[in-house]
């Protein structure tokens, strides 16, 4: 049950893009359609942004949107605020386990 | 309202056991498989173990496999994690979480904190 791999930290300033990669294996990302994207604040629960690598929950903005290649799976945050700061953790499903991310600390300049 | 509150977090000494709780109420319990999740500071989120609403598949990280049990009590709405031989790598928050389809988890508890210390 290896995690999968996000850079640690990505910046931009607001009202720019940044994309935040996952890479994983072909019995992960790259065997289900069934990746999803959290959010994180300090001390706060996970917040789902991104599911079925490319589908948005209700009430989250446009402005995050989730893709895959292959093996590794992306979300996209364009327009940037300030409050869209915080951890970002992907997920895939992995046959009979979980598989997440380490994280990405998205700091907005 | 769908809400899940965990409890039963505290102090432990390496070795040691607790058991932790997940009341869930504002929608059908026994329709959805369940989560168990923690966040390290060293760590972030790991998955730690899920359960399916009859309890029939049940699988473990391999991190706590054979330490930690897994269980729901579909008359009560309430989940549960029983944890042994708990190592400091197990200090943790632990929150538990609503499975709405394979890897869609769209309500989560606000966690309860596991420290594991001498």
């Known amino acids: 049950q290896s995690a999968l791999t996000q850079p640690r930290s990505v910046s931009g300033s607001p009202g720019q893009s940044v994309t935040i990669s996952c890479t994983g294996t072909?019995?992960?990302?790259?065997?289900?359609?069934?990746v999803s994207w959290y959010q994180q604040y300090p001390g706060k629960a996970p917040k789902l942004m991104t599911y079925?690598?490319?589908k948005r929950p209700s009430g989250v903005p446009d402005r995050f949107s989730g893709s895959r290649s292959g093996n590794t799976a992306s979300l996209t945050i364009s327009g940037l605020q300030a409050e869209d700061e915080a951890d970002y953790y992907c997920c895939s499903y992995g046959g009979t386990v979980v598989v997440f991310g380490g994280g990405t600390k998205l700091t907005v300049l | 309202e769908v809400q899940l509150v965990e409890s039963g977090g505290g102090l432990v000494q390496p070795g040691g056991s607790l058991r932790l709780s997940c009341a869930a109420s504002g929608f059908t319990f026994d329709l959805y498989t369940l989560h168990w999740f923690r966040r390290s500071p060293g760590r972030g989120l790991e998955w730690v173990s899920y359960i399916t609403g009859s309890s029939t598949t049940i699988y473990y990280a391999d991190s706590v496999k054979g330490r930690f049990t897994i269980s729901r009590d579909n008359a009560r709405n309430s989940l549960y994690l029983q944890m042994n031989s708990l190592r400091d790598e197990d200090m943790a928050v632990y929150y538990c979480?609503?499975?709405?389809?394979?890897?869609?988890?769209?309500?989560w508890g606000q966690g309860t904190q596991v420290t594991v210390s001498s």
């Open positions: 979480t609503r499975d709405r389809a394979t890897v869609v988890f769209d309500y």
């Open positions: 072909s019995s992960d990302v790259g065997a289900y359609n069934y």
């Open positions: 079925d690598v490319t």
